[in-house]
């Protein structure tokens, strides 16, 4: 069965240090998301991806995070420098503008900064 | 914004019972409907989906029901069961893919 990998599943660091998550999308699938989960905010998506393009990332905190595609297996996902308010839960999702297109989500990453 | 407004927060049914999610939107170039289920520690997984040409679509026990005049559509769990308790989200698009999500309901289903 075929599955979004995300690593790390859990990552606690201090304020201040680069943060890196990774995903490997559905091999095939041509649209990447990364969205971000808060108990405040719900599911905020923060930028996706189409054939390794960023199509919007505007809702990403510019000054501080940043998304790429290096190749089609590959999203990052970084902070720098990361605080306090950046600790959630980020999933990345994939999905093929196709048929009935879903999004596929990943287990996610759960973030901590102290 | 929020452009897509669920409630309730949270409810409690007991097995075999009818759990009712709510949503309503206003962007009438939304194009499709899905429904999230999300177990803790899991990524939130599709449960079913609807267009905005059809009013119902079922699905095993889970049903959605679309009013297209009223922009509103609705998740409908029969003969709910414990391991249906989960957080249930409900989504909208437009033909571009960005999903806008509810906040979520919390549902759990007591023995």
């Known amino acids: 069965d075929a599955r979004v990998t995300q690593t790390p599943r859990h990552k606690v660091t201090e304020m201040g240090q680069e943060v890196t998550m990774r995903c490997q999308p559905i091999?095939?699938?041509?649209?990447v998301f990364w969205y971000r989960q808060t108990m405040m905010q719900g599911l905020e998506l923060l930028a996706y991806?189409?054939?390794?393009?960023?199509?919007?990332d505007s809702g990403m905190p510019k000054d501080r995070f940043s998304a790429e595609m290096p190749d089609a297996t590959l999203a990052t996902l970084k902070i720098q420098p990361s605080e306090p308010r950046d600790s959630a839960v980020y999933f990345c999702?994939?999905?093929?503008?196709?048929?009935?297109?879903?999004?596929?989500f990943g287990d996610g990453t759960r973030l901590s900064i102290l | 914004q929020q452009q897509v407004k669920q409630s309730p927060q949270s409810l409690i049914v007991q097995k075999g019972g009818i759990s009712i999610i709510n949503c309503a939107y206003e962007?009438?170039?939304?194009?499709?409907f899905p429904w999230y289920q999300q177990f803790p520690g899991k990524g939130p997984a599709l449960l079913i989906a609807?267009?905005?040409?059809?009013s119902e679509k079922k699905e095993g026990r889970f049903t959605i029901s679309f009013n297209k005049s009223a922009k509103q559509f609705s998740l409908h769990i029969m003969d709910s069961q414990p391991g249906d308790s989960a957080t249930y989200f409900c989504a909208a698009s437009i033909i571009d893919y960005k999903l806008s999500f509810g906040a979520g309901t919390t549902v759990t289903v007591r023995a």
């Open positions: 962007n009438t170039a939304f194009d499709y």
């Open positions: 999702a994939s999905g093929n503008r196709q048929g009935s297109w879903p999004q596929h």
């Open positions: 609807i267009r905005p040409d059809v």
């Open positions: 991806f189409r054939n390794r393009a960023p199509l919007d």
């Open positions: 091999l095939g699938h041509n649209t």
